[in-house]
């Protein structure tokens, strides 16, 4: 098992960033991959971004790329989210995932099913 504290979220102004933290703890030497999606109300949980957690691969929804960056840090067991010039649309809550699973195709990444562990969510407020 694989548990995971997201934080680093808030309100912020439209133009402005925010860097999400997402600890993992329990069987982390057996993460294969970590990736961010988020949810606002009414939608869907859809993709941010995922990383490869040996490599470092990183992966990106296209609309997200350029403006956020995900991060890992192998000592810490954590992965950061790095959001900039963030925008109203980018109001959600963010959502942390694990998975120990082998990925032999690069959509995996971007797939919600593909990951067994999700953390409980952190809010992001984006205020025009």
């Known amino acids: 098992q694989v548990q995971l504290v997201e934080s680093g979220g808030g309100l912020v102004q439209a133009g402005g960033s925010l860097r999400l933290s997402c600890a993992a703890s329990?069987?982390?030497?057996?993460?294969?991959?970590m990736g961010w999606f988020r949810q606002a109300p009414g939608l869907e949980r859809e993709f941010v971004a995922a990383i490869n957690w040996s490599r470092g691969n990183t992966y990106y929804a296209d609309s997200r790329r350029g403006r956020f960056t995900i991060s890992r840090d192998n000592a810490k067991n954590t992965v950061y989210l790095q959001m900039n010039s963030l925008k109203p649309d980018d109001t959600a809550v963010y959502y942390c995932?694990?998975?120990?699973?082998?990925?032999?195709?690069?959509?995996?990444?971007?797939?919600?099913?593909?990951?067994?562990?999700w953390g409980q969510g952190t809010q992001v407020t984006v205020s025009s």
């Open positions: 329990g069987r982390t030497f057996s993460t294969y991959a």
């Open positions: 995932a694990a998975t120990g699973r082998t990925y032999y195709s690069t959509s995996s990444y971007y797939r919600r099913d593909r990951y067994d562990y």
